[in-house]
């Protein structure tokens, strides 16, 4: 096994035949082939290297191959990009620690410089992995249903219309061009042979334990965030079962599950009004333990309840144009959505102040002028001519995007996976002058290569700078339906989601787009067909391995209730909460919780 790690680590490629009898079946269902194929395929990286790493050398990258359906080995292969970064010790520990990114739809590999930021402590001692669940942004097949040709510049038929409209209920209806693009792009993906059941919850646990074992490790650790938790623990699911699970996959030694997303949960119905006021609830019980807080604010909960019903029959008068009048709603949109780390501080003098008719602090946190930031450092003198960056970057993008329309779509689809591969790499003159030769004109590409020849070296990082900036939208949509569609919805009531909205007294216009973002979903998950997890995947995850659990007091993404839920069947879990954190503790900002997860997590 060290033979194959020491391979893995020099970019060969690898080929396996590992058992099918991993593969997240049915009970019932036979197995078609005990076998199936998983190889390793070296690759370039598609990310923005740290300076601190060298590709080729202490950064490795690559793309996992396995079968989109482990019962059909022969069929439809995936492929998930993955960064191995090495240990900085020359005598690492034996496990990896493997990072799983949320979403569902979400890229590690896209956010690598800020996922390495967190974890780069524990690399001390050991060697990181970060990959792209199958699916997503940088993986092949992508399950991306944002592509032009979903949304169509064309009139919609009355067929189309139709035929969508006779898939999904009443209930979820009028249907919309956003709904009749998720319609198109799933009929588009099954004719490339997609099967999108094959992209679920499960099947993301078994992708993990392939590459864990191609890559030559026999025990590895993980480090989950929000949906990436219910993949670990559907990891840790597969541990507790010998039965379901080759015998030679790698064992997991540990696992830290930061904002953890339990599968016993009900999201849909469990997100809205009970997480919101248990956050809220925690935010002003913060006030009451604290000695000095609850001697200066008595009772904040109750003076808060009696405020409420007082902005309802009268509200304040803000000097706000566009916020001129402030009542009990407006109150529980900003303590529901806005409060963070930040505002937290201010809440008792908040309710103290609108208590007394008083708006100074409101306003200031309205107007984003309160909490007082730190100033900022003076800026260097730059050398950047900024003139010529702007000039080629106005030229660059203006004959990059006239000239896609112009490409057939095998060259499109090439030049656009060229242009993300530049924006998501460090400066490359050599590599950017290549793509204007490939895909530009010559009468349009030899100004600009006479243009990028004359930049200096920090004005090409500025352009590579802007072309980062460019939004590459890393959560996948059809990605994300095709966990959320399967795994997720089925277990819900939408009348139940619906009652849990409109019992927060939100503003209407707020009320209005959260229902309406519920009706979308289900919509079109009737236009998504994934089908419907087996119930056994709702239950809760037994398992001794030692697990660290990090929570924030302020998520109401994934809140603190979902954690103790989840940790009640988990007998060796340590629980850890940052009562002024967030949704994913390790990414709050440094001067909430410096790089405190991040050191509890490597001991």
Not at 33 to 53: K, N
Not at 459 to 482: K, S, Y
Not at 577 to 583: D, L, M, N, S, V
């Amino acid at each position: 096994m060290k033979l194959v790690q020491q391979l893995a680590r020099a970019g060969l490629v690898l080929a396996l035949w590992l058992p099918a009898a991993c593969a997240p079946v049915a009970p019932a269902t036979v197995l078609a082939s005990p076998f199936y194929p998983v190889e390793l395929i070296p690759a370039e990286c598609p990310l923005r290297v740290p300076d601190e790493l060298e590709e080729g050398s202490s950064l490795r990258c690559g793309r996992l191959r396995v079968p989109q359906d482990r019962r059909a080995p022969a069929g439809l292969q995936v492929e998930l990009p993955y960064a191995l970064v090495q240990a900085e010790s020359a005598h690492p520990r034996p496990e990896p620690l493997v990072y799983i990114v949320g979403g569902p739809g979400g890229s590690a590999l896209a956010e690598f410089e800020q996922v390495y930021g967190w974890l780069r402590t524990l690399r001390r001692e050991r060697d990181l992995i970060l990959y792209d669940q199958r699916g997503t942004l940088l993986a092949d097949p992508a399950l991306d249903c944002s592509d032009s040709s979903d949304h169509g510049a064309t009139e919609v038929s009355a067929q189309e219309m139709r035929e969508a409209q006779a898939l999904v209920p009443p209930a979820y209806q009028p249907l919309d061009a956003n709904d009749l693009a998720i319609h198109r792009c799933a009929k588009r993906l099954a004719a490339a042979g997609v099967n999108l059941a094959a992209y679920d919850t499960p099947t993301h646990a078994q992708d993990l334990l392939d590459l864990v074992a191609a890559l030559g490790y026999r025990r590895f650790d993980l480090y989950a965030t929000s949906y990436g938790t219910r993949i670990a623990l559907e990891v840790m699911r597969l541990a507790g079962e010998p039965a379901s699970r080759r015998p030679d996959a790698p064992a997991l030694r540990a696992a830290v599950l930061d904002s953890v997303l339990p599968p016993s949960v009900n999201a849909y119905e469990q997100q809205a009004a009970p997480a919101r006021a248990e956050v809220l609830a925690h935010a002003l019980e913060l006030c009451a333990q604290d000695p000095a807080c609850a001697a200066a604010y008595p009772d904040l909960a109750a003076r808060l309840e009696r405020l409420l019903t007082r902005l309802d029959a009268a509200p304040l008068a803000l000097p706000l144009a566009w916020q001129p009048i402030f009542g009990r709603a407006d109150l529980l949109y900003y303590l529901t959505y806005r409060l963070d780390a930040e505002s937290l501080a201010y809440l008792p003098r908040l309710v103290a102040e609108l208590e007394q008719g008083e708006t100074a602090t409101l306003t200031g946190l309205l107007n984003g002028a309160l909490p007082p930031r730190p100033p900022r450092p003076p800026r260097a003198v730059s050398t950047v001519d900024e003139r010529a960056v702007q000039s080629f970057i106005m030229a660059l993008n203006g004959a990059y995007y006239l000239n896609l329309g112009r490409l057939d779509e095998t060259a499109r689809e090439a030049a656009r996976a060229e242009w993300q591969r530049l924006a998501a790499r460090n400066p490359d003159r050599e590599r950017l002058a290549r793509f204007i030769q490939a895909f530009l004109p010559p009468a349009e590409a030899g100004p600009l290569l006479e243009a990028l020849a004359a930049l200096g070296d920090d004005e090409l990082a500025a352009v590579f700078a802007d072309l980062a900036g460019a939004p590459v939208h890393p959560l996948v949509n059809g990605a994300n339906l095709a966990v959320e569609c399967r795994d997720e919805l089925p277990f819900n009531d939408y009348g139940r989601a619906v009652a849990a909205h409109r019992s927060l007294e939100l503003p209407a216009a707020v009320v209005t787009a959260e229902l309406e973002q519920l009706r979308r979903l289900w919509a079109q998950c009737a236009l998504f067909p994934t089908g419907a997890a087996a119930i056994t995947q709702t239950l809760p995850v037994t398992s001794d391995i030692p697990v660290l659990i990090f929570q924030g007091g302020l998520d109401s993404t994934t809140p603190p209730s979902w954690a103790a839920l989840a940790r009640r069947s988990l007998s060796r879990a340590h629980y850890l909460e940052f009562p002024a954190a967030a949704h994913v503790v390790i990414r709050q900002p440094a001067s909430l919780a410096s790089d405190c997860p991040a050191r509890l997590a490597r001991q």
